[in-house]
């Protein structure tokens, strides 16, 4: 089990931005298919928003990661203490 989890769809442009930017810096990642919603249509191969996951995107929003950003954006800022550039500039 990875130090990141990233928590998306992979079809989402945002979880493809995060997950290249991820692959970039050599930071090793899980990436852990959710969907945005807390109720997903039945029928679908991974789960929506859990009640217990609900507090790590108080947006309600993919891409997340099981850290304290909830916006694909500050995911990219994230340096993981390897890095002190910036790549979302």
Same mark, same amino acid.
């Given at each position: 089990?990875?130090? #990141? ?28 298919? %959710? ?14 928003? %859990? ?5 790590? %995107?108080?947006?309600?929003? #993919? ?12 995911? #990219?800022?994230?340096?993981?203490? %390897? ?7």
């Amino acid at each position: 089990m990875s130090d #990141i989890l990233l928590h998306g769809a992979g079809g989402s442009p945002f979880v493809r931005k995060v997950r290249i930017v991820l692959a970039e810096k050599g930071l090793a990642y899980e990436h852990v298919p %959710t969907v945005p919603v807390t109720d997903p249509p039945p029928g679908l191969p991974f789960p929506g928003i %859990t009640p217990e996951l609900r507090p790590k %995107t108080p947006l309600g929003k #993919i891409p997340f990661a099981r850290m304290a950003v909830a916006r694909s954006c500050q995911l #990219i800022r994230f340096d993981g203490g %390897t890095h002190g550039r910036d790549l979302s500039q």
